[in-house]
Every structure is written in structure tokens, then in C-alpha cells.
């Protein structure tokens, strides 16, 4: 019976350490990207507002 349990547990701390394993590349790479493509999302937003305000001003100026 306490064998089985050392087993057990042995097998859960092998399972934890793939766990943080995984968490740690998820952190430290994919959310990485994630970041680097939003912040690229967020510039081109601006720039297209910047652009549609601008014609936004032309179209003001006009009348």
C-alpha cells in the first residue's frame, strides 16, 4: 500500500513538473508574440484614426 502511494506520488510530481514546464514556454514565448501582435493591432488602429481624422478635418475645412 505505501508502495503504491510513492508510486502515486512520484507519478504527480513528474505530471507537475511537465505542468510548469508547459506554463513557463506559454509565458515566456507564446505570450510574448501575443503581446508583439496586439501592440502591431493597436499602431495600425492609430494610423488609421489619425488618417480618418485627418480627412475628417479636410471634409471640415471645405464647407
Partial sequence: MIENEKHTISKL??????????????????LAHIKKDIDRILYILGAVGLAVLGELFILLNKV
Avoid: F, L, P, R
Fill in 13 to 30: 510530481d513528474k505530471e507537475v513538473a511537465v505542468i510548469k514546464t508547459e506554463i513557463s514556454e506559454i509565458k515566456d514565448n507564446h
